[in-house]
């Protein structure tokens, strides 16, 4: 991506105060033409606030960011030209209907009336909203409404479109469908920002993720790069017939690619690096040492691995 694109994005410390309060802490970061980056970050992280910043909504405290070479402080009308944005928390018209606002929109975006129409009908109908487009907006669930909100930008169809969110609301096959759409959108050519807390929709959807914690970025990369990045990156668990006696977890313990040990009454969870190697030489061990071992489980190491190891707190909470 960046061999053949160069950068739509580039933010040159770019911060956000709210008063004294500091949401956006001199970010510098590129983001390739036609990639799909993924802005992920817990509540409160500064997500938003960098989007409204990039698509003009706000104004940075300091520093700036280029779209696509254009300066968001000088010329914030040719930027608004080339970015779309499906807002976190959409604000309709509460008197429209979906089809209205989205005809609308098309009309804005350059679509003749009769090319209008049919876009329409076809987002609409490819967002499952074709039924409910004659609801008044104050009808609408509130996945419906985020859908509205999703579908604008798949009738601008801009060169940097920008999703805060887009799914937080949607069912699971609504998910899916947004999912497959966001690559369509990137396969045909516009660069994709999407920011969201989802490990898992970071991880399937993004061609790079930049993790970001109090308003800066911790960590970034491909998803497979960030989780290599781990030490003791393969995470094997062992369930054994009865809990492990000390002298095998100190056995375990001293295998040069163990990074951690932690029992749980009869699972023993480790780790480590090379679980390929480690992993036979374990297990026979333990059968030595009269245990039966009931499973094995082997793991990638998630996002949230990640994220814990460049921030020390968990994305996600421990079941
Ligand atoms: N209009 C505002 N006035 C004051 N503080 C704000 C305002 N908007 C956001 N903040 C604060 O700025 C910080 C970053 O908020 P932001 O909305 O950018 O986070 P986020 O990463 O998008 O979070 P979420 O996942 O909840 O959407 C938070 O601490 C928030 O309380
Ligand atoms: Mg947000």
Redesign the pocket.
Request: glycine share 22%.
């Given at each position: 991506m960046s061999i053949n694109g160069g950068v739509a994005v580039k933010l040159v410390n770019l911060t956000k105060y709210?008063?004294k309060?500091l949401?956006?802490d001199h970010l510098n970061l590129e983001i390739y033409d036609r990639e799909i980056f993924g802005f992920l970050?817990?509540?409160?992280?500064?997500?938003?606030?960098?989007l409204l910043m990039i698509t003009t909504v706000l104004r940075p405290s300091e520093g700036t960011a280029y779209v696509y070479g254009v300066d968001i402080r000088k010329d914030p009308d040719r930027v608004r030209q080339m970015v779309g944005i499906a807002f976190?928390d959409p604000k309709l018209y509460w008197v429209h209907t979906p089809y209205e606002i989205l005809y609308w929109h098309a009309r804005v975006c350059g679509y003749s009336s009769s090319e209008a129409r049919q876009v329409v009908k076809e987002v609409l109908t490819r967002f499952d909203m074709w039924e409910a487009r004659r609801k008044r907006a104050f009808e609408l669930s509130g996945g419906m409404r985020k859908r509205v909100e999703i579908a604008k930008v798949f009738i601008q169809r801009p060169r940097l479109a920008i999703f805060?969110?887009p799914t937080a609301q949607i069912d699971v096959s609504g998910k899916h469908m947004i999912w497959e759409m966001i690559k369509e959108l990137r396969d045909e050519g516009s660069t994709i920002i999407l920011?969201t807390?989802e490990l898992y929709e970071a991880d399937v959807l993004s061609d790079r993720v930049g993790i970001?914690y109090k308003?800066r970025i911790a960590a970034l990369g491909t998803p497979q790069e960030l989780k290599d990045t781990i030490p003791g990156g393969d995470v094997l668990e062992i369930d054994l017939d009865r809990p492990p006696s000390d002298e095998v977890v100190r056995r375990i313990e001293a295998e040069p690619e163990i990074v951690e040990v932690r029992r749980m009454n009869q699972r023993i969870r480790m780790y480590l690096n090379r679980v390929e190697e480690v992993l036979p030489r374990i297990l026979a061990m333990l059968m030595e040492s009269g245990y039966r071992v009931k499973r094995v489980d082997m793991r990638e190491p998630t996002l949230d691995d990640v994220f814990l190891h460049y921030t020390g707190v968990k994305l996600v909470k421990e079941e």
């Open positions: 709210y008063g309060f949401a956006v970050g817990p509540n409160g992280a500064g997500k938003s606030t960098t976190q805060d969110e920011a807390n970001i308003g």
